[in-house]
């Protein structure tokens, strides 16, 4: 930290930061832009990083990870809420007529694998976990019941209640299959919609179309479950209304019966994965207690997690790692193994167990939309983009020439990436990030 201090190029290291707008691990970039008069073949204007701090040019990582870097996960996380948020209210290309639409917020669920510890609340007060009169002792000899009241960070929530009992193999082999269990669920959905309402599949096309947008989010058991917002729209997207007889309560009626109905089969070991029996599906409101604004920032907020709340790790396992000796929780430890153990057996390769171990088996995207929800993240981007771009022009810091009579020659190269511990804090102070677990990472 001192040496960076007195470094004679502090300030343009600290405007560095800046811009990457306290990156914790930014992307270290070595080489040079060249802009040249296509007319003449002069040369109009040259960047390079040889003077730059260490001959590098800092851009930010871009991660959606908090658990790697805070500051570009808030990007990434600003980006869904807006992108959920104008499908419910419009902007960025969706009308606000939009608001009109019914629309639900509905969560799927896992199945259960196991008793696990969990914290459970009525009307304010903490219960017991799983407080059993006559509990039943399991094949291993221990009493399947739990009589404490469990705080939030009581570090048992998830555990099973018996490690040997759990269906470790079903946890992970549901993360693997999720994404095609969610694939189904829109097919039945459609499909039940239109038998609803005397229609076909085809038929229901010239009438309605369900946009969608989801996220996957983490349980503290280590499986996923989906939330989504369902919207219904006119033929031609959010542009035109549906049919007054599209309503809230035939799409609720639609979302239950799909939700149970759709299995996805893993053949080579003849086991079929379904959604659990918990279900919820409310209406999203202006007015109400859930509005466009609560719906999208609680989508936006899982769009930056993973599997950390599980105790596991936020890198891929790689193939020397020890795993009895990893910084993990032993239930994380366990369905890891699984991961390894199953995902060695060739017919299931394709499920990729091995490669997606330290997700715990899900390999999905974790926020998608239909095409026709509301704007995309590539689009928001270049918007941004395109603004400091035109910041700069208007500064002088980039040269203005005249679209179409400039040809720009560019050469990068990776040279490495990160912060040292004391640039770190450093850029903390700089920016005003706070990084609660920035000292002791490692890099």
């Given at each position: 930290m001192i040496s960076r201090l007195h470094d004679p190029n502090y300030n343009r290291w600290a405007c560095q930061i800046k811009r990457t707008g306290g990156c914790r691990q930014p992307i270290h970039l070595r080489g040079k832009v060249e802009h040249y008069d296509q007319a003449t073949g002069h040369l109009l204007h040259r960047y390079s990083t040889t003077?730059?701090?260490?001959?590098?040019?800092r851009v930010p990582c871009k991660t959606r990870r908090a658990s790697r870097c805070p500051a570009c996960a808030e990007v990434y996380r600003a980006?869904?809420?807006?992108?959920?948020?104008?499908?419910?209210?419009?902007?960025?290309?969706?009308?606000?007529?939009?608001?009109?639409?019914?629309?639900?917020?509905?969560?799927?669920?896992?199945?259960?694998?196991?008793?696990?510890?969990?914290?459970?609340?009525?009307?304010?007060?903490?219960?017991?976990?799983?407080?059993?009169?006559?509990?039943?002792?399991?094949?291993?000899?221990?009493?399947?019941?739990?009589?404490?009241?469990?705080?939030?960070?009581?570090?048992?929530?998830?555990?099973?209640?018996?490690?040997?009992?759990?269906?470790?193999?079903?946890s992970v082999l549901?993360?693997?299959?999720?994404?095609?269990?969610?694939?189904?669920?829109?097919?039945?959905?459609r499909r039940r919609f239109a038998r609803l309402n005397g229609l076909t599949v085809k038929a229901l096309r010239e009438h309605v179309s369900i946009a969608f947008a989801k996220v996957a989010e983490y349980q503290r058991r280590g499986v996923v479950h989906f939330h989504a917002?369902?919207?219904?729209?006119?033929?031609d997207g959010p542009d035109a209304p549906p049919p007054t007889w599209a309503t809230a309560d035939t799409l609720a009626q639609a979302v239950q019966h799909a939700a149970a109905?759709?299995?996805?089969?893993?053949?080579?070991?003849r086991r079929a994965f379904r959604w659990g029996t918990?279900?919820?599906?409310?209406?999203?409101?202006?007015?109400?207690?859930?509005?466009?604004?609560?719906v999208a920032a609680y989508i936006a907020k899982y769009a930056t997690k993973a599997a950390e709340c599980v105790g596991t790790l936020d890198r891929r396992i790689q193939p020397l790692d020890n795993l009895n000796v990893l910084p993990v929780r032993e239930h994380a430890r366990r369905l890891i193994a699984a991961c390894l153990r199953l995902g060695?057996?060739?017919?299931?390769?394709?499920?990729?167990?091995?490669?997606?171990?330290?997700?715990?088996?899900?390999?999905?995207?974790?926020?998608?939309?239909?095409?026709?929800?509301?704007?995309?993240?590539?689009?928001?981007?270049?918007?941004?983009?395109?603004?400091m771009r035109a910041e700069e022009?208007?500064?002088?810091?980039?040269?203005?020439?005249?679209?179409?009579?400039?040809?720009?020659?560019?050469?990068?190269?990776?040279?490495?990436?990160g912060l040292s511990l004391g640039e770190q804090l450093l850029a903390a102070a700089i920016t005003g990030v706070r990084l609660p677990q920035m000292v002791g990472d490692p890099q």
């Open positions: 003077t730059e701090p260490n001959g590098v040019l980006d869904t809420y807006q992108l959920v948020r104008a499908g419910l209210v419009g902007g960025k290309g969706v009308p606000e007529t939009v608001t009109s639409h019914p629309c639900l917020f509905v969560t799927l669920t896992a199945p259960s694998f196991g008793v696990v510890h969990a914290r459970r609340e009525k009307n304010g007060k903490v219960l017991p976990c799983h407080a059993r009169r006559d509990a039943e002792v399991c094949p291993h000899g221990r009493t399947m019941s739990c009589t404490d009241r469990h705080n939030a960070d009581d570090p048992r929530l998830g555990e099973p209640l018996c490690p040997d009992c759990y269906d470790y193999d079903g549901f993360n693997a299959i999720s994404p095609e269990l969610w694939r189904r669920f829109t097919l039945a959905l917002v369902i919207r219904l729209d006119g033929p109905a759709v299995t996805a089969e893993i053949k080579p070991l918990q279900l919820d599906t409310r209406q999203i409101t202006m007015t109400g207690d859930l509005t466009d604004q609560a060695s057996q060739p017919a299931l390769a394709d499920l990729r167990l091995i490669h997606w171990a330290h997700m715990l088996g899900f390999r999905g995207h974790f926020s998608t939309k239909s095409r026709r929800y509301s704007t995309t993240l590539g689009a928001l981007r270049s918007a941004r983009e395109e603004h022009i208007s500064t002088g810091r980039l040269p203005l020439f005249e679209e179409g009579t400039v040809l720009v020659i560019a050469h990068w190269e990776y040279a490495g990436q």
